[in-house]
C-alpha cells in the first residue's frame, strides 16, 4: 500500500529565498487575525509569489506590491541600464583620452555619446516614476 504524500497547507512562495541578513533576522511578531483577513492576505502573497510573512513585511515597509515577473522585468531593466551606463562610461573614457592626447575627436561622436546618456538618464527616470506610482 502507498501513502500519498501531505499537501502543504500553504503554496511554497515562488519568489525564492530572501537574501541572508548579518546576525540573521531575530525578531518575530505573531499576527491574529480573522478567517477572512487570512484568506485575503494569504490571496495577495499567492498572487505576488512570496509567503504570507514577506507579504506583511512587504505591506508595512512600504515595498511596491510586484509580483514575480514584474520583479523579474524590473531587474532585466535595471541589468540593461547598467550594461548601458557601462558602455557610457567606456566611451566617455576613450573621449578623455584622446582629449588630453591632443587628438582629434569628432563632435558627432561627443554628441552620440551625450545622446546615449540622455536615454539612460530617461529610461532610469520612466523606471523611477512607474514603481513610485505603485
Same mark, same amino acid.
Given at each position: 500500500?502507498?501513502?500519498?504524500? /501531505? /499537501? %502543504?497547507?500553504?503554496?511554497?512562495?515562488?519568489?525564492?529565498?530572501?537574501?541572508?541578513?548579518?546576525?540573521?533576522? %531575530?525578531?518575530?511578531?505573531?499576527?491574529?487575525?480573522?478567517?477572512?483577513?487570512?484568506?485575503?492576505?494569504?490571496?495577495?502573497?499567492?498572487?505576488?509569489?512570496?509567503?504570507?510573512?514577506?507579504?506583511?513585511?512587504?505591506?508595512?515597509?512600504?515595498?511596491?506590491?510586484?509580483?514575480?515577473?514584474?520583479?523579474?522585468?524590473?531587474?532585466?531593466?535595471? $541589468?540593461?541600464? /547598467?550594461?548601458?551606463?557601462?558602455?557610457?562610461?567606456?566611451?566617455?573614457?576613450?573621449?578623455? /583620452?584622446?582629449?588630453?592626447?591632443?587628438?582629434?575627436?569628432?563632435?558627432?561622436?561627443? %554628441?552620440?555619446?551625450?545622446?546615449?546618456?540622455?536615454?539612460?538618464?530617461?529610461?532610469?527616470?520612466?523606471?523611477?516614476?512607474?514603481? %513610485? $506610482?505603485?
Amino acid at each position: 500500500m502507498t501513502e500519498q504524500p /501531505k /499537501k %502543504r497547507r500553504t503554496p511554497v512562495p515562488s519568489g525564492g529565498r530572501q537574501r541572508r541578513e548579518d546576525g540573521g533576522r %531575530r525578531h518575530a511578531t505573531k499576527v491574529l487575525m480573522s478567517d477572512e483577513e487570512r484568506v485575503q492576505v494569504e490571496a495577495r502573497a499567492i498572487v505576488l509569489g512570496v509567503s504570507i510573512p514577506r507579504a506583511l513585511v512587504e505591506a508595512a515597509t512600504g515595498v511596491p506590491p510586484l509580483t514575480r515577473t514584474e520583479r523579474e522585468a524590473l531587474h532585466q531593466e535595471l $541589468a540593461g541600464i /547598467k550594461f548601458l551606463l557601462g558602455n557610457l562610461t567606456n566611451n566617455v573614457n576613450q573621449i578623455a /583620452k584622446a582629449l588630453n592626447s591632443d587628438a582629434d575627436v569628432p563632435g558627432r561622436q561627443i %554628441r552620440a555619446v551625450l545622446e546615449r546618456a540622455a536615454v539612460a538618464a530617461a529610461r532610469v527616470e520612466e523606471l523611477a516614476e512607474r514603481y %513610485r $506610482a505603485s
